[in-house]
């Protein structure tokens, strides 16, 4: 058997040129400020003052799925939310939710085109000058509720420009993005406090005594109400894989999310504390939408199935698996996944299927760190470099490092193709877990529709 070949090459857009060209306005040195974006914000009006409310959110792991699963919750009550997230996976057009639709290519083209010109070449980063344009488009289109992914940290970051937020939601804050950060959990964490506004409710998700202390400091610090998991809310996981949320607002139960792993129970949780916030200031979310909510929610790449596409067609009887984890915490919680799989496997099958893998991450990573964890539970593990992406290991860096983290077998590969076709001989039933990066998954679901 031979695995079907195929390409990793995204569709060129009109839209791609202008993103091209914003690329090339990059300071020569990196330096977090916000005095670009506010320069760029005052040329285009002011887009930040004239949006719907607004759920800033930060965090290390946990960001993504919590937006998707509050989205999840108020478009099932009725509402048009916008979204702003990153990376995105295969298209630029991801990173903005325009009233429950993303953006189109001609909209995006002229907007991007009208932040360029008002820059007039001045340096800015690209995600600056990109959150500018979301702020635009936010402000341009009518929508009832705006969530507002940061892309790093939070108290320098671009989309910190919000003077009132409705609410600020904080997830699991852990060791990441050292260089631009800070070394230490403290630091990190007070980088991410900053979001917390006067006046405004926080809500925090699951994290270390370290990180809850630097959050609770400075939330009374500027006189932002707090609502703790743990202390204010707590969520208990039942068999069912739901779980049972307890407040002063409002206690219940409620079903498994329409989203895999265990940590996603945290993370929804995370998104009904916020929503009950968001009651109370107004928003009708009945407890249907609740329920609903966590049935629809949609956010590729985290521990997705894949069942169709070239890699699933090359490998018949396999499961398939796409995940972006790529930091130490995620490395953990992947390997709970992996352990999961094998208590299923043991049910289903008699015995755990052979784990299989396919790793790329961003050089900017501690991939021992992500590693480590996952060593115990894999049959063969096969390094790819990123395709595309010049900040990326090499495969044989990469497989180096794995073998420094305890996997043994580590070998690289030439690319993705080579690595799934090395595969399609072994015996089946078995699995496949693609891991590393978003922008690997991103690569993958290119191709994959």
Sequence with gaps: MTAAPFTLDAPDAASDEVLARLMRLHPKVIDLSLGRTQDLLDRLGRPQDRLPPVVHVAGTNGKGSTIAALRAIAEAAGYKVHVYTSPHLARFHERIRLAGALIGEDALTDLLIECETVNENRPITFFEITTCAAFKAFADTPADLLLLETGLGGRLDSTNMVDRPAATV?????????????????????????????????????????????????????????????????????????????????????PAPNLRGGHQVMNTATSV??????????????DTALRDGLGRIDWPARLQ???????????????????????????????????????????????????????????SKAATDFLRPLAPYLAGFQTVAIPGEENAF?????????????????????DIPTAVAGLAGLPVPARLLI??????AGRILRRNG
């Design 170 to 254: 904080i997830t699991p804050i852990s060791i990441d993005h050292v260089q631009f950060l800070g070394d230490t959990l403290r630091q990190i964490a007070t980088e991410k406090a900053h979001i917390q506004k006067a006046g405004t409710p926080s809500i925090v998700g699951p994290q270390s005594d370290e990180a809850l202390a630097v959050v609770s400091e400075y939330a009374q610090t500027v006189g932002a109400p707090l609502a703790r998991f743990g202390l204010e809310w707590s969520a208990t996981p039942d068999a069912a894989g739901g779980f049972r949320f307890d407040s002063p607002a409002w206690s219940g139960s409620l």
């Design 273 to 286: 504390a916020a929503a009950l916030i968001l009651r109370d200031q107004g928003f009708d979310l009945p």
């Design 305 to 363: 199935t894949l069942t169709r596409g070239p890699i699933a067609e090359a490998l018949p009887g396999w499961t398939v698996t796409l995940d972006g984890g790529h930091n130490a915490a995620a490395g953990d919680i992947l390997a709970e996944e992996l352990a999961r799989w094998a208590e299923e496997d043991r049910r289903d099958f008699g015995a755990p299927r052979p784990v299989h893998a396919i790793c790329g991450m961003m050089n």
């Design 394 to 414: 090499s495969a044989d860096d990469l497989a180096s490092m794995a073998r420094t983290a305890g996997i043994a077998g580590a070998r690289a590969a030439s």
């Design 435 to 440: 891991c590393g990066s978003l922008y690997l």
